[in-house]
């Protein structure tokens, strides 16, 4: 079956431009996380959903930040008056909450780059 | 807060040899360890996921161990490979349901040289 997908692979804005980021997870993972990776940084973590409960949006790092995930499925993450400090690499995962289960499966990664 | 430690930062063996990745983590209070490789430019690939109750999990030539009390992992790779040449991830996931938030470690970056 198909893995996690994230578009655009690729993203140049100018400072101060809104972006969104998209990811689509395995279906019938119900859960979808979002992490930044900087250069030479590890991995940040930004927003955790999983199923119908009220997202973890502890690791946004301002409130320029939003992600949203529709039906269950889909996932946009907005990043609004972009700054430099933003460029990075986006991933998106997902997988099926459970002690043995639990395992992430990681899109490709959208590279964000801020001008 | 969760935190998340990995030695060595980087490390390059000839080819044949065998190697452990350290990690140690400050909560012990953890539902499950996963091990992930990641390969320039790419996305992560999860090799291993060892539950709280679990001592270790293996797959062909790799062994993760868990010492949940001392907060430890380490990731055994045997015979090493050119290929295995990638950044080795280490992530916690704290609490004790899969609501807990996932920490990673800052990685080892493996060089296996032919």
């Known amino acids: 079956g198909a893995g996690v997908s994230q578009s655009p692979s690729n993203k140049v804005t100018e400072k101060g431009k809104d972006v969104e980021l998209r990811c689509d997870p395995i279906?019938?993972?119900?859960?979808l996380y979002w992490y930044r990776q900087s250069l030479g940084q590890g991995l940040e973590f930004l927003i955790y959903?999983?199923?119908?409960?009220?997202?973890?949006k502890s690791g946004l790092p301002s409130d320029r930040f939003s992600a949203e995930r529709t039906g269950g499925s889909v996932s946009t993450l907005t990043i609004q008056r972009t700054q430099q400090e933003d460029s990075a690499v986006y991933l998106c995962?997902?997988?099926?909450?459970?002690?043995?289960?639990?395992?992430?499966?990681f899109g490709p990664g959208t590279r964000l780059t801020v001008l | 807060k969760q935190e998340v430690t990995q030695i060595p930062a980087a490390l390059s063996v000839p080819e044949g040899e065998n190697l452990v990745l350290n990690c140690s983590f400050t909560?012990?209070?953890?539902?499950?360890l996963q091990w992930f490789r990641q390969d320039p430019g790419k996305g992560l690939t999860s090799l291993l996921l060892i539950q709280s109750s679990q001592r270790e999990q293996t797959s062909g030539r790799l062994n993760a161990s868990l010492d949940k009390s001392s907060g430890r992992s380490t990731l055994y790779i045997a015979a090493s490979q050119p290929g295995d040449s990638a950044t080795y991830l280490c992530a916690v996931r704290t609490g004790g349901t899969s609501y807990g938030k996932l920490t990673f470690g800052q990685g080892t970056i493996l060089t296996v040289h032919p």
């Open positions: 279906s019938g993972h119900t859960a």
């Open positions: 995962a997902s997988s099926i909450p459970g002690p043995s289960t639990d395992t992430q499966y």
């Open positions: 959903f999983q199923g119908n409960s009220a997202p973890d």
């Open positions: 909560d012990s209070a953890i539902y499950n």
